[in-house]
C-alpha cells in the first residue's frame, strides 16, 4: 500500500511539474458523466475512449468502474464511444436518459476497431482494402506464453507456424501464402512498439557447421513475452507496401501495455506442471525408456498497472524454469522476462509513450540431427547402435543390436547404461540477453492533425558453448582409451543491434457526411548490425572450462551491417461512408543494394465497398439475415532486400606460411536489386444470420519478380565463382476463408467457434537459366530439398525405385521430384465456451498436400531392419546395407496432420476482502495429434543453409517432437489499490 501510494504521487508530482513549466489543461464549464457497460453482461468496461464526435481532442476514459467525466459546453454535444473487441457508438447527448449508462455490443466484425499495421497511422478498418488480423488481449490468455511463434501458432488464421524442434530456442518455420522467395528466409518482419527486432529464424553465419541439418538457435524464441496488450497481423503485397524492401513475408507488430485506470492493479500467477515426451512418432518402444524423463515445468508472474487519462504505467514480469524431458536435465530452460511501458499526456496536444522489455534465457541442447559419431536419437530411431560394441558375459564384444527393442536383459541393461552416460558426459550450453526499448511522442496540434515520432532499439547478445571431452569421445567410442588429447572447446557470440526511427504526420479531413479522407506521410530509417566470432580450443584436457591453456587455438569472425532509408505517402479517401480508394506510394534505399540500384518504388492501390451501408440493402439488414457486407481488392508491391556487401566485388585475404596471400574473393553484382513481391487480392468480409456467423474471404495472386538465385560467372571472367542475381520469377495463389459461428452469447453463456481454411500453389516459373540446386538437405546422393524450374519451392529431391508388377525391381531413377514440402492446404480453428464462470478452450491446427521424407526409417533399412513398405521380393539378391539409397521414395511420406495444440479449463471466483478475483485453471498442451506418417511431419529440419536462408522442412532426422505438457495454474488479482 505505500508504494502504491508513492507511486501515485509520484505521477501527480509529474503532472505538476509539467504545469508549472508552461502547459495548461483547459477544460469547458459543464461536466458530464455516465458509465460505460457490457449490452450482455452489464459488467462495466475499463479504459472506453469517449471523445466528442465533432472535437476529438475532448475526450477521456472510463475508470476501473466503467465510469467516465466529460467536459461539455452544452448537452447538443454527441459522444463518440470507441472500445476493442466491441462496436463503436454515438449517443446524442440531447435525446438520453439520465443517469447515462452506456450499453456496448461485442464486434464480430470490427468494422471500427482501428489498426496501425500498414498504414502509417491509425484508421479504422472499415476504410481498409486489405485485411488485418489482431489478436486483443482476452484472446492472449488462452494461449500458450512461451515464445511468440508458438503463441501464435493458433492465433493468426491466414498463417502457418511451425514448431520444427522440441528443443529449447530452436527455429521455426513460419509461412504465409507459400514461400515468394527461394533465397530468403519466409519469417515475417517483427515490430514491437513500432520498434523493428531481430527476426532471425535460421542458423547463424559462424554457428551453422551443419548447413541447418542440426537443431538451429532463432532470435525470435527469446522476444520479451510480458506486458503484451495485443497483435498485429498483416501478410505481404498491399497491406505491406509501406514497410518498403522488409516486408513481402508480412508484418507481425506487438503492441504492449502502456498504463491501467484508476489505482494501482495487482495480479500474480503460478504455474505449475508436468512435461510428457511425444513418443507416439517413436519406432522403438524402449527409445522413450533410454532417453526421457518426466519434465517439471514452473512459471511465475507478477503484473501491475495504474494511471488514468493523464498517465498510466504497466510493469510485467514472469520467471521460469523447465527441466525438460531429456534424461540429465539436458533441456533445461530457465527464462526472466520483464517488460515495463508508460504513457503521460503533457497537455491536450502532446503524449509520450515508451516501453523496455528484456530477457534472460539459459538453456542446453542435446545432440541431434547430423551432429555425427553418437546422437541420442540416430542411435535408437536411425539404429545407428548396430554402430557402437558392448562385452558379453562371456567376453566378446559385438555391436549392439539394431532393433533395439529385440534386444534382451542384459544387452539392453549394458545399452541403457552407455546412453546414459553419453548423454551425461554433454555439454552443449546457450544463452541470451536481450534488451528492448521504444520512445514516442504524438502532437495533436490540430483536432484533425496528428504528428508522432517513434525512436528505439533491439540489443541481443547469444553465447554458445559446446565442451566436448576426452571422456565423451572415449566412451562413444570414437577414439581408443587413454585419449588425452582429443578434447575441444567450441564458443561462439553473436551480437546484434537494430535500431529504428520512425516519423510519420497523419491528416484527416472531412466534409459532411460526403467525403472524408486520410492522409498519411512519413520517413523510417532502421539499421542492423550483426558481429559474431568463434574462438575455439582443441588439444583440451579434461575439465577445462575455457580454451586458456588449449594445445590449438583458433578464433573467427563475421561482420555485417546496413542501413535502410524510406519515405512514403498514403491517401485513403472515403466517400458517403461506404466507398473508400486507399492510395499509397514507398520509395527505399538500402545499402545492401547495389552500385547501379537506385531508390526503389513500391505502389499500392486499393478499393473496398460496405455494401451492406447502400439503402437498398436496408430491408436485408432489418431482417437480420445480412448485418455487415464488405467488399474489396488491392494490388500492391513489397521487397526483400538482398544480403548486406553481397553486390561488392571483392579479394580474399588469408593466412599462408605466416603471410598474407590474396585470391579471388565474391564476385560481386553492381545491378544487385531487391526482390519484389506483385499482389493482388480480392475479397469480402460478411456478418451473417444476426451476428451468427462471420465470414472472411479473399483470393489471392501473388508473383515475386527480380527474385534472387545465385548464378555461375562467365568464363571469360577468368573467375570461377556463383553470384546472386535477380533473375527468377515465382508464383503463388490460392484463397483464405476464415469464419466465425457466435453459437451462444447471452449474460450466462458463450460459446464461439474459430476457423479457417487457406490454399496455397505455389511453382517457380522462371529460374533465369540456371541449374536445379539444393536448398536443405545433404547430397544428391541421399535426399534433398531442391528449387528448380515449374516446380515448388524445396521439393523433396532423391532416388526412385521402380517396381514391376510382381513387386521385383525393375530399375532405379536418381534425383526424382518425390514431393512438395508446402502443404496444398492448412488453417486452424478454436472453440471457447464459457458458462458463468467457468471457462473451456481448445484449439488446433492442421495441413495437408506435402510431404516428409523420414531419414529415420531409411538409417533402419540400411541396417537390416525389414519395412513394410518395401516388398521382399524388391529386395531379392540386393544387399539392404549398399542398396539403401536406392529405394528413397518408399521412405517419403503425406505429412498430412491434424493437431490439438491446447485444451484448457478455468473457473473464477471472487473471495471477500483483498481479493478481486482468483481464476483456477488447467491446461494440456500439444495432447492429440492425428497424421498420416509415421513421422512427426513438424519436426523436421530448418536450420537453413546459411542464415537468413530460405527453409521448407520435409526431411525428419533424428529429431525431437515438441514435448506434452499439462499445466496447473492460480491467478490472483488483488483488489484495487
Known sequence: MPAAGLNIRYMKFLFLLFMLTGFSFSTPDGQVGGKVVDS???????????????????GTITDADGDFSLPVDDLQEVLKVIYLGYESCEVDLASVTWPLVIEMDRDNFRLDEAVITGQGAEISRRRLSSNVATVDEAELENLPQGRVDQMLQNALPNVQITMSNGQPGTTSLVKSRGLSSAYSSSTPVIYVDGVRVDNMNTGAALNNPLDGNTAMSGSIGDIPMENIDHIEYVTGGAATTLYGSDAANGVIQIFTKKGGY????????????????????????????????????????????????????????????????????????????LRFGSRLKINKWIEYQNSFGMTLEDFGRSRNGNEGG????????????????????????????????AADEYEYSQMKAFVDKAEALQYNKESVRRFQTSHSIKLTP????????????????????????????????????????????????????GVTVDLNAQYRYRYEDLLSSFTTAGFQFFST??????????????????????????????????????VFVQENIGFKDKYYIDLGLRADYNTAFGDNVGWQLYPKVGLSYLLSDEKFMRPVIESRVLTSL?????????????????????????????????????????????????????????????????????????????????????????????????????????????????????????????ASFNTNHNKVLDAGGTVPFAIGGFSSRTVQTVVEEGKPVGFIRGSKAIL??????????????????????????????????????????????????????QFRFSKGLKDDSIPEQALEGISQSQAWLDFTNFFVEKADFLKIRNIGISYAFSPRKLLEKVIVGFNVYNPFAFTASSVDPEATLSGGLSQGAVTTGGINYSTYSTPRQYIFSVKILFKQL
Not at 559474431?532 to 577445462?544: F, L
Open 40 to 58: 450482455k453482461t452489464q459488467e462495466p468496461l475499463v479504459g472506453v475512449t469517449i471523445i466528442l464526435r465533432d472535437n476529438p481532442m475532448v
Open 262 to 337: 484508476g489505482g494501482m492493479n495487482i495480479s500474480f500467477e503460478a504455474q505449475l506442471g508436468a512435461e510428457v515426451a511425444s513418443s507416439q512418432f517413436y519406432h522403438f518402444k524402449r527409445t522413450k525408456d533410454l532417453l526421457h524423463q518426466n519434465g517439471f515445468y514452473q512459471k511465475y508472474r507478477l503484473a501491475m498497472d495504474a494511471g488514468n487519462e493523464k498517465y498510466g504505467f504497466s510493469l510485467g514480469f514472469s520467471m521460469s524454469d523447465d527441466t525438460g524431458t531429456l534424461i540429465h536435465n539436458a533441456n533445461e530452460d530457465r527464462k526472466y522476462d
Open 529 to 566: 548490425y550483426d558481429h559474431q566470432s568463434v574462438y575455439n580450443g582443441s588439444n583440451v584436457r579434461d575439465g577445462a572450462q575455457i580454451i586458456t591453456g588449449a594445445g590449438v587455438q583458433t578464433s573467427d569472425e563475421w561482420l555485417s551491417f546496413l542501413y535502410n532509408y524510406g
Open 804 to 857: 514391376n508388377p510382381d513387386g521385383t525391381l525393375k530399375e532405379v531413377l536418381q534425383l526424382q521430384d518425390l514431393g512438395s514440402t508446402l502443404p496444398v492446404f492448412y488453417g486452424n480453428f478454436s472453440l471457447n465456451v464459457n458458462y458463468k464462470n467457468l471457462s473451456f478452450f481448445l484449439s488446433g491446427d492442421y495441413q495437408a498436400g506435402s510431404y516428409v521424407h523420414s531419414f529415420d526409417r
Open 374 to 405: 553418437y546422437t541420442s536419437l540416430w542411435f535408437t530411431e536411425g539404429s545407428a547402435a548396430a554402430n557402437f560394441t558392448y562385452t558379453t558375459p562371456d567376453g566378446d564384444v559385438v555391436s549392439y543390436n539394431p532393433d533395439i527393442d
Open 630 to 754: 464488405k467488399i474489396f481488392a488491392n494490388y500492391g508491391v513489397a521487397g526483400n532486400y538482398p544480403p548486406a556487401f553481397a553486390y561488392q566485388k571483392t579479394i580474399d585475404v588469408n593466412s599462408f606460411l605466416g603471410q598474407q596471400a590474396a585470391s579471388f574473393g565474391q564476385y560481386g553484382n553492381p545491378d544487385l536489386g531487391p526482390e519484389k513481391k506483385h499482389s493482388y487480392e480480392a475479397g469480402f468480409n460478411t456478418v451473417l444470420f444476426d451476428n451468427f456467423l462471420n465470414i472472411g474471404f479473399a483470393y489471392y495472386y501473388a508473383l515475386t519478380k527480380g527474385a534472387l538465385f545465385s548464378v555461375p560467372s562467365l568464363p571469360s571472367s577468368g573467375q570461377e565463382a556463383s553470384y546472386l542475381k535477380n533473375v527468377g520469377e515465382i508464383e503463388n495463389k490460392g484463397v483464405e476463408i476464415t469464419t466465425s459461428f457466435q453459437f451462444v452469447d447471452t449474460r450466462d453463456w458463450y460459446v464461439r467457434l474459430n
Open 446 to 497: 490540430l483536432s484533425n492533425l496528428t504528428l508522432k515520432g517513434t525512436v528505439g532499439l533491439d540489443y541481443r547478445l547469444n553465447n554458445n558453448k559446446v565442451i566436448t571431452t576426452n571422456e565423451f569421445l572415449i566412451h562413444t567410442q570414437q577414439k581408443p582409451a587413454g585419449t588425452s588429447d582429443a578434447g575441444s572447446i567450441n564458443n561462439f557470440d553473436r551480437k546484434y543491434m
